[in-house]
């Protein structure tokens, strides 16, 4: 059993900052890569930036310059610092990780997701 806790979302004026957390725990053997992904309403699911376990990190055009996604491989967590927000980036922020939880079984999961709402 894997689980995916995030933290961090909320309300916050455009030009602003929020940073998002994720922390996994469980049955986890070894991380490949961790991501966010955001999901406004009516639209589908879309990357917003990816870091695998040696550091290789991918982003959106959409978000490129303006957040930043780190990772802490000892704590199984993954971080995205998001400044200068605008209102087109309101949505729901759901982690991701692809992990193997034992030595040849690997899988995909996902958080419950975090509110990020950008108003004034």
């Known amino acids: 059993q894997v689980q995916l806790v995030e933290s961090g979302g909320g309300l916050v004026q455009p030009g602003g900052s929020l940073r998002l957390s994720c922390k996994a725990s469980g049955s986890i053997f070894r991380i490949i890569s961790m991501g966010w992904y955001r999901q406004a309403p009516g639209e589908q699911r879309d990357l917003v930036a990816t870091?695998?376990?040696?550091?290789?990190?991918n982003y959106a055009d959409s978000v490129k310059g303006r957040f930043t996604i780190s990772r802490d491989n000892r704590e199984n967590a993954a971080y995205l610092q998001m400044n200068t927000l605008k209102p087109e980036d309101t949505a729901v922020y759901y982690c991701?990780?692809?992990?193997?939880?034992?030595?040849?079984?690997?899988?995909?999961?996902w958080g419950q997701g975090t509110q990020v709402t950008v108003s004034s």
């Open positions: 991701n990780a692809y992990l193997y939880s034992d030595y040849r079984t690997w899988d995909s999961y």
């Open positions: 870091i695998n376990s040696g550091g290789a990190i």
